[in-house]
């Protein structure tokens, strides 16, 4: 350890040459490395401080004794600024016992290319990492801390496998053999697959992943009749919806439906109050992970004639699941009730849209939902699906 002011004055002169061009051998003139005393101690410049001038200039000189530092001093001892020496730069590393960036960028490249060839949201990360490398800029969920990234990569990798609902504590205890590992990191986890995957929202990544806290549930209602484990259930005779939770599902032999539609939903609250009379009604809980999948596709397949309906809040949110249900099921799903005249029945109860809603509703134009969303973008609205009545 050196002294606090000593540490100070040479990290600051080492983060600029580390982050200027010289670094990656773009610039094409000497370049010089200096900080000003005054922007980082303005006290040194009140002469009135004794304590503090005497002490940056202990620390200046100390540098300069070392030749680590090139200082300027006016007559009255003032050192108006200092200069890295970038002959000596070595040794201001060890001097710190702080790791040069270009090692820990080499270390950051062998990391990378371990999962070079791993599944298609890893390959895509990997690559734009190596691209911000090259250009010396800062890899995307590193922290300085290669242990915790490894376990974030590691964790990534892993749940590209994980194909029936696991909880938590047993993921993390078959990936690092640590109930309590991926707690600390699943927030970190789960934002990198959101911004380098295909996933509809941020918050149910890893539940659409197969991994959970808790059991997952499906409830549904409605004109059907269940076939579990040999016994018949005719739904349509409860007064209210069932629910099968994730260890049930695969006991289902068959799901006959006497409605003609299946009507997925978005919301608890909007599920309960969806008529069930003449279809079958799901509850997605925000996401469809793959235990409703393989539901979903499972009636389907038994009942190729019925009409697929989704029915989700009038917002980003709302489109993506839409649009993420039918590409992970293979189902045409009709949007219900997510369309410009429900907007306009319910424009009073509507909310006005974020700065983000209206960059990521321009990323949607041109892929089915036009009419609605340039009604959006012009009166600055979004609806949820709790606003809108069923029947």
Do not use: W
């Not at 004794?50 to 000189?61: G, L, P, R, T």
């Not at 002959?87 to 999962?115: C, F, N, P, W």
């Not at 839409?322 to 369309?339: A, C, E, N, S, V």
């Amino acid at each position: 350890m050196t002294d606090p002011i000593v540490d100070r004055l040479l990290n600051a002169l080492l983060d600029k040459y580390e982050n200027s061009k010289s670094f990656i051998g773009e610039n094409k003139v000497r370049q010089r490395f200096l900080i000003r005393i005054g922007e980082l101690y303005p006290d040194y410049l009140d002469h009135a401080n004794y304590e503090i001038f005497q002490s940056v200039n202990d620390a200046v000189d100390l540098l300069a004794k070392k030749k680590l530092v090139l200082p300027k001093l006016d007559k009255a001892n003032v050192c108006k600024e200092i200069q890295l020496n970038t002959e000596t730069i070595e040794e201001a590393y060890r001097l710190l016992g702080r790791t040069a960036k270009r090692d820990v960028q080499d270390t950051m490249r062998t990391i990378l290319a371990r999962y070079q060839e791993s599944n298609a949201i890893l390959q895509h990360y990997v690559s734009v990492q190596l691209e911000r490398l090259m250009r010396n800029k800062p890899v995307h969920y590193f922290n300085n801390d290669f242990q915790e990234y490894e376990q974030i990569l590691q964790a990534v990798e892993s749940l590209d496998k994980v194909k029936q609902e696991t909880f938590y504590r047993d993921f993390s205890m078959q990936v690092f053999r640590d109930s309590k590992a991926f707690d600390h990191i699943s927030g970190k986890v789960a934002n990198l697959l959101f911004e380098y995957g295909d996933f509809a929202e941020r918050d149910q990544v890893l539940a659409e992943l197969n991994l959970v806290k808790n059991p997952t549930y499906v409830h549904i209602k409605g004109a059907a009749k269940v076939v579990l484990n040999g016994d018949g259930i005719d739904l349509s005779t409860l007064h209210g919806d069932i629910a099968f939770s994730s260890t049930m599902l695969d006991g289902i032999d068959r799901i006959e439906l006497t409605g003609r539609s299946v009507l997925t939903v978005e919301n608890l609250t909007s599920f309960h109050l969806a008529t069930s009379e003449n279809r079958l009604v799901i509850y997605l809980g925000g996401f469809h992970n793959t235990v409703r999948r393989h539901l979903i596709m499972k009636i389907h397949q038994q009942n190729p004639n019925a009409a697929f309906y989704h029915f989700g809040d009038i917002d980003v949110g709302g489109f993506l699941i839409l649009q993420h249900l039918r590409r992970q099921t293979g189902i045409h799903f009709m949007p219900y009730k997510m369309d410009l005249e429900t907007l306009r029945k319910y424009h009073d109860s509507a909310r006005p849209l974020t700065e983000n809603d209206r960059i990521r509703l321009t990323k949607l134009k041109d892929q089915g939902f036009d009419e609605v969303i340039d009604y959006m973008l012009m009166h600055n609205v979004k609806l949820e699906q709790e606003a809108v009545r069923d029947g």
